[in-house]
């Protein structure tokens, strides 16, 4: 192994060190290409490379509700600020930036996601994950000043090409997901109502009925979690 193939492998196996105490996992990367409109890395200048960070599954769920166990009861956006915390300690620990999803203005999170592992959006926009089919999320990423040496991933089979009946799209009390988009408003206002009830409580029906990633499903109490943050409850 050479000397630069030994230096890369050494940052991801520190990264992956670091993340995993917190259920968090790396979700793949690359270099820019010399020209390439790039980030600011630690340096000030453009990034030379990236590693994404997220999760599979509910693998974050026990290390951030003890965390938020501690914090006031009023804190807002506590699972961002969580991921910020621990993604920016494993930066400042690999000379690197951390960037998050939610970062003003926006940065392309699903492109390089698409980008370095190949994925696919699903018909109800989530990308598609062999393993973990809709069960999965990216919570920030690291950016380099050098590149990593990075190869490029086989991209995986598109499971939603082979699926048959295709019950996300049917499985939607309001029909939310259509050929036209999402009724972002339509499925805010069932999830507020007295009707939406099983979707606020026990999570988006579409999503649930994906037979893919059963294994990783979150939890109840999770996907809960997650809708009343999208409700805005």
Not at 41 to 65: D, T, Y
């Amino acid at each position: 192994m050479n000397e630069a193939a030994a230096g890369t492998r050494n940052i991801a196996a520190t990264a992956a060190e670091l993340l995993a105490p917190h259920g968090l996992i790396l979700r793949g990367g690359f270099d820019f290409a010399e020209g390439e409109e790039a980030p600011a890395g630690p340096s000030g200048a453009p990034a030379k490379a990236l590693l994404l960070v997220g999760q599979a599954g509910a693998s974050i769920w026990p290390h951030f509700e003890r965390w938020r166990a501690a914090q006031p009861a009023g804190l807002a956006h506590p699972l961002d600020t969580w991921a910020r915390m621990v993604i920016g300690e494993a930066a400042d620990a690999l000379g690197a930036r951390a960037v998050s999803p939610s970062d003003r203005p926006f940065l392309p999170f699903q492109q390089w996601v698409m980008r370095a592992e190949k994925l696919k959006p699903s018909p109800l926009g989530i990308l598609m994950h062999p393993e973990f089919g809709l069960w999965h999320a990216f919570r920030g990423a690291l950016l380099f000043d050098r590149p990593l040496g990075l190869r490029d991933v086989e991209a995986p089979i598109h499971l939603c090409d082979a699926c048959v009946g295709k019950p996300c799209l049917s499985a939607c009390p309001v029909g939310a997901y259509a050929e036209h988009g999402f009724d972002y408003p339509g499925c805010i206002a069932h999830i507020r109502s007295a009707a939406g009830k099983a979707c606020l409580t026990g999570g988006c029906l579409a999503r649930n009925a994906c037979p893919h990633g059963r294994a990783y499903r979150y939890p109840a109490a999770v996907q809960a979690y997650h809708q009343r943050h999208f409700a805005g409850l």
